[in-house]
């Protein structure tokens, strides 16, 4: 059978042949191409057959990792001629299917959280290590990945800005954590930092300097990392150097010619004063510092080497003579030639930090600008790429996403010079051509506008949500206010007349009125509701329409209280001013008023309306002595479906005063609640007056 399956499989056909049989049933079955018939496979393994298959590595991201997972035994079958990425993933993959079976073979008790620590330098180099620290640590259970950058307390090291923002948002893309501390010694830095935070790994590149210079920061590290696991990992960066800012062309070779010409002057004017030795030699020193100031490290040495040459042939005994009689004359010009290389490094290097840390401070304050006039900006994006335009002078930028423009900012016209912030989002600028200073900076501003633009894509969707939420919530209130609302005074109405109507009942004349007026207040009762809520939608949709004419306060307030269980005490000077309202929804909004104060006030007490005229407005007074309301929740009773203390909805749908101050405020005015003097509330309803 065996070699049955070996022949249909060398003919190329997709087949299923039992190996084995019992009662009939096959036990074992080989399956040719798994990425094809994976379906059938995983068929085959529910009813309890043992499959044999086989799969090429380029299939493997066809077939669900779940089936790819069911398998007890993986065999991979090493073929050299295959191209060398594919066989790298194929080791990959099964390397961490062996991690997983190990994994599962330990349990529970043996699992271990991982916290993998990836130390960034602000190189380039450091999206391949992020990349590296997180496979790393996708490979261990629930691991942690933490990028940390260590900043030299010295001020002395220059990361670039753009690279730390951008590896900033990769790590935390990749589900990390982004630190960063301050030290002298780096190595030291990250080792005290991994023990810190309990790390198990810690990923380096390999180190840019040269084997000359000094040990790596790697070495260092794994040094005195103890039980920390330390993966250095290479990359394109390493061994190239970091060095500074070099000078200019034009300096180096003002250096040079204050070679050429001054060590000849020098030497002519010191053989003309027939000065000693040490002057003359003090002399060549002083031109030798100066060189280092104007053309750097190489002119000087050149210049140390010249004077030393000069020196032993004009002005050391004997003369003309490259050699040197006195030993104490050969100790001075050795030290000569020491001293002006060590004040030539020294001046070289002290002139490179100033340059370097003038344009740290010119980087600075252009982001400081660029950052204040974004966060006082109401449109952060707009106001970021009008700044980049006007500090670099360029005519038009525009942020990209995706290759679509998102903003943009001045003439978007000529070529334009592209600054990648990350995969998906780019800078385009337009005019002159980028510095290459210009351009670090840009590199920076482009990361931080990837930033800004995926947090305001954010914010959007969140407000999007927000408003959802609370349009839900408000939906939610309705429908459970208006439910009872609704069915109480239509269980009445129906009530009522399905009692009249009955034939088997006859009823008395008083009885019959009495079941008309219960089903009339029913009606009344939803009427009314239904009036509210189409009140409501108007004012959040702002079509409600207003008939604004003079208005007698005091007949507006009688005709409202017409219908109030008890009696209403007015306080109403003589003379006041008609209020400009609508009759009708002034007449609403007092009901509500008075028919809320009534339920408030305790038996026997009396609800009170006052008014006076107060400049170019009239102000009602209603006014309760009733339990009520804190401070703290006197904003939450003008809200829709709220009733302050109501649990049960049974005393309307909470639409009073909601809509007394939205009617209030649609007619120009203003309803506000303050504390009854002796307890209680008492609500003021602001009007302007009628010229």
Same mark, same amino acid.
């Given at each position: ?263 000849? $002057? ?36 050149? $210049? ?93 930028? $525009? ?11 001045? $003439? ?280």
């Amino acid at each position: 059978m065996l070699e049955e399956v070996g022949r249909r499989r060398s003919r190329g056909t997709d087949v299923a042949v039992g190996l084995d049989h019992v009662d009939g049933s096959p036990q074992v079955v080989a399956v040719d191409g798994l990425a094809r018939h994976w379906r059938e496979v995983e068929r085959l393994l529910d009813a309890g057959v043992t499959v044999l298959s086989t799969i090429d590595m380029r299939d493997v991201a066809s077939v669900p990792d779940a089936v790819l997972r069911r398998a007890e035994q993986i065999e991979l079958v090493d073929d050299e001629a295959v191209a060398p990425e594919l066989r790298e993933r194929a080791m990959l993959w099964l390397a961490d299917r062996v991690d997983e079976g190990l994994a599962a073979y330990r349990g529970p008790s043996w699992e271990v959280r991982e916290k993998v620590v990836v130390a960034l330098t602000g190189g380039p180099e450091g999206d391949t290590l992020i990349r590296r620290a997180s496979r790393i640590a996708a490979r261990g259970r629930g691991a942690d990945l933490l990028a940390v950058h260590v900043v030299r307390a010295d001020g002395l090291a220059e990361p670039d800005p753009a690279h730390l923002s951008r590896q900033r948002l990769l790590v935390e893309e990749l589900g990390g954590s982004y630190h960063q501390i301050v030290g002298d010694n780096v190595a030291a830095a990250l080792l005290d930092f991994a023990r810190g935070v309990n790390a198990t790994q810690l990923v380096l590149g390999a180190s840019r300097r040269g084997w000359l210079l000094s040990r790596g920061v790697g070495a260092a590290t794994i040094a005195g990392s103890g039980p920390i696991d330390v993966h250095l990992v290479t990359h394109e960066q390493a061994r190239r150097g970091r060095h500074g800012r070099g000078l200019t062309a034009r300096r180096r070779l003002s250096g040079l010619a204050l070679v050429v010409c001054g060590l000849p $002057a020098l030497t002519a004017g010191l053989l003309w004063a027939d000065l000693s030795l040490p002057t003359d030699i003090l002399a060549f020193l002083v031109l030798t510092v100066a060189v280092a100031l104007v053309g750097g490290l190489a002119p000087a040495l050149l $210049a140390a080497v010249a004077a030393f040459l000069l020196l032993n042939y004009f002005f050391t005994p004997p003369t003309h003579r490259l050699t040197v009689a006195d030993r104490e004359n050969l100790f001075a010009l050795s030290a000569f030639v020491l001293v002006a290389a060590a004040v030539a490094t020294v001046v070289d290097l002290a002139a490179r930090r100033t340059r370097e840390a003038a344009a740290a401070s010119a980087e600075a304050r252009t982001l400081s600008t660029l950052a204040g006039s974004v966060l006082h900006g109401d449109r952060p994006l707009l106001a970021l790429l009008e700044r980049v335009r006007e500090s670099f002078a360029l005519s038009g930028a $525009a942020l990209l996403l995706d290759g679509r423009v998102v903003v943009s900012a001045g $003439a978007l016209d000529g070529t334009p010079t592209p600054v990648v912030a990350d995969d998906q989002v780019a800078l385009q600028l337009y005019g002159h051509p980028l510095r290459p200073e210009d351009r670090r900076l840009i590199e920076a501003f482009a990361a931080h506008a990837a930033i800004a633009l995926r947090q305001e894509h954010l914010a959007a969707q969140a407000a999007e949500a927000a408003a959802l939420a609370e349009v839900d919530k408000l939906r939610t209130a309705l429908l459970s206010a208006v439910s009872h609302d609704l069915r109480t005074p239509l269980a009445a109405a129906k009530a009522a007349v399905g009692s009249l109507r009955s034939p088997d009942v006859s009823f008395s004349r008083s009885d019959r009125e009495e079941l008309l007026a219960t089903a009339e207040e029913s009606l009344d009762k939803l009427t009314r509701l239904v009036t509210n809520l189409l009140d409501m939608s108007r004012l959040q949709a702002g079509a409600l329409a207003l008939s604004l004419q003079p208005v007698d306060v005091l007949d507006a307030v009688t005709l409202a209280g017409a219908d109030l269980p008890g009696p209403v005490r007015l306080d109403v000077p003589d003379g006041l001013p008609p209020v400009s309202a609508d009759p009708a929804l002034l007449d609403r909004i007092l009901a509500n008023l008075l028919e809320n104060a009534f339920r408030h006030t305790p038996p026997g007490g009396e609800v009170t309306v006052t008014a006076l005229t107060v400049d170019s407005t009239v102000q009602l007074h209603v006014i309760d002595h009733g339990p009520g309301v804190p401070p703290e929740d006197r904003d939450r009773i003008f809200q829709p479906f709220q009733r302050l203390g109501d649990r049960d909805n049974t005393t309307g749908v909470g639409l009073g005063l909601a809509l007394s101050r939205g009617l209030a405020e649609a007619m120009g005015g203003t309803l506000t609640p303050h504390d009854t003097h002796g307890g209680g509330l008492t609500m003021t309803l602001t009007l302007h007056r009628t010229a």
